[in-house]
């Protein structure tokens, strides 16, 4: 028998089962040169990207800014579960999104929606007719731009599993806040207040 999307997603759960919360930074001011980790406005948090770390999956990768860590695993191209998610044209694309801290499911929802927009497009989806691509999304901490973060951690579990795609995507979170704009934002930034705003590009074309 398949194994079915909350079976993958329990998986990718119980591997980041043992990673706890990074704590917030002390306190932010969008007045200072620099932010409370010394960066300046238009500074990314250190880059980190361990790939094929889930051995049951078809391609995986944990993507780090900073404190945000998500982890993704990539199942597929499989059969269908059901009749209903043939396509003639490609994949049937199930994205499932699992938040590090509440349990909202309306945000999980939507999160899973834009990463299965964004995507879906990119991939070569005729190579792959009448089959089911299940992609796990797991955000392990959760310190401030997790959508971009969350972006980059698929890209790089996709290019793991040997999928082929168009084009890489890369995500970057900005704040704008009344009297600066800030690169990805921390958490406390983004409880501070400001407009959050997260960009996803299309990298280098493979085709």
């Known amino acids: 028998m398949e194994p079915t999307a909350d079976d993958d997603a329990a998986a990718v759960v119980a591997a980041a089962a ?6 917030p930074s002390e306190s932010i001011s969008f007045d200072r040169l620099t932010r409370t980790d010394h960066r300046k406005a238009d500074q990314f948090r250190q880059f980190h ?6 051995k049951q999956a078809d391609g995986s990768a944990r993507f780090k800014h900073g404190h945000t860590s998500v982890l993704t695993a990539v199942f597929g191209p499989m059969a269908c579960t059901r009749t209903s998610q043939e396509r003639i044209d490609g994949p049937f694309v199930e994205v499932v999104f699992n938040s590090a801290v509440d349990d909202d499911s309306q945000k999980n929802k939507e999160c899973s929606e834009v990463l299965r927009r964004t995507f879906e497009p990119v991939l070569l989806r005729s190579l792959h007719p009448r089959t089911l691509l299940r992609i796990v999304v797991q955000v392990i901490k959760d310190d401030g731009a997790v959508l971009a973060v969350a972006t980059n951690s698929v890209c790089m579990a996709l290019l793991d599993a040997g999928y082929p795609m168009k084009s890489f995507v890369v995500g970057v979170s900005c704040l704008l806040a009344p009297k600066s704009t800030t690169v990805d934002p921390t958490r406390l930034e983004e409880q501070a207040g400001g407009v959050r705003a997260c960009f996803l590009y299309l990298g280098i074309r493979t085709w």
Do not use: H
């Open 18 to 23: 043992a990673e706890t919360q990074a704590p």
């Open 49 to 54: 990207c361990e790939q094929g770390i889930l």
